[in-house]
């Protein structure tokens, strides 16, 4: 079993928590629990020379993506870098599950070409560059359009996976063990290892994941079908809504950044 970037701990006592009095309200989105179609292109956690261990951050922004394109039909790339980087992945262990989502939540990100991870990027060193602060402002800047949350589901049987997967895209966490039907499955005794999303299912026979690695059985998806008595030890739903009201002088601010500050137009 290798790990893939992912650290598990307890829940904080603020946390919120799906299904309880403390659950975030959210919008039913998908009905059927189906987010196949609101996938954007696939990107991976990793390179052939090195790994980033940044699942965390890679997974959570694969949600925000999905659910960003399907609730207000903008189709966002965000920076995988930045968003590793300031949530404090450690690029040997990984992260927990709730740094990023958090991040998110106060900092924002930036856009992938702003700070992106292309062919430039030859060592995990280069991946977890320091972040300039102007882009750092620039996300801050951006960040005042949206209201961001999450909330854990503590039981993930497959009712409230099913139930929370019409609100959004889920983050789990998995142990994933290519079997020769197809699909993935969890060994016995393994502990989770690895942050995924996930994008759908067919009830009874297996869940749909929208992975950072290639499927073992096609290398050209990201998709992956994982057996449906699979048990996930973390599952978290996530919340996103506009709060400007007035756009004008939200959007003459974030031009002055891009222009002035930072010499772009992005």
């Known amino acids: 079993m290798h790990n893939r970037g992912l ?6 006592p603020e946390d919120y928590i799906f299904g309880s009095e403390t659950q975030l309200k959210g919008e039913i989105l998908q009905p059927n629990g189906q987010w196949i179609d609101f996938i954007p292109e696939a990107e991976r956690q990793y390179r052939d020379s090195f790994e980033t261990n940044g699942c965390t951050g890679f997974g959570t922004l694969n949600m925000l993506e999905i659910l960003t394109l399907r609730k207000f039909g903008r189709a966002l790339n965000f920076s995988d870098r930045f968003l590793n980087k300031l949530s404090g992945t450690d690029p040997k262990k990984g992260n927990y599950p709730k740094a990023p989502a958090e991040t998110l939540r106060k900092k924002w990100s930036v856009y992938e070409h702003e700070w992106p991870f292309d062919e430039s990027i030859k060592t995990v060193e280069d991946f977890y560059a320091e972040v300039p602060k102007r882009l750092q402002l620039l996300a801050l800047g951006r960040g005042a359009e949206w209201s961001f949350g999450y909330d854990f589901i503590t039981n993930t049987n497959d ?3 099913m139930n929370a997967l019409m609100y959004s895209p889920l983050c789990i966490s998995v142990a994933l063990m290519p ?3 197809g699909m993935y499955y969890k060994p016995e005794g393994w502990q989770d290892s690895h942050w995924t999303t996930l994008i759908g299912y067919k009830e009874g026979e297996y869940w ?26 973390v599952a978290m739903r996530y919340t996103l809504d506009r709060q400007i009201v007035n756009e004008s002088p939200w959007q003459k601010f974030i031009s002055w950044l891009e222009k002035y500050v930072f010499g772009t137009n992005n």
Do not use: A, C, M, R
Not at 7 to 12: A, E, N, Q, T, V
């Open 179 to 181: 079997g020769e039907d």
């Open 159 to 161: 009712v409230n996976l």
């Open 208 to 233: 749909l994941v929208y992975d950072s690695y290639p499927s073992h059985f096609d290398e050209s998806t990201h998709i992956k079908k994982v057996k449906w008595d699979t048990k996930f030890q």
């Open 7 to 12: 650290i598990l701990k307890p829940l904080d």
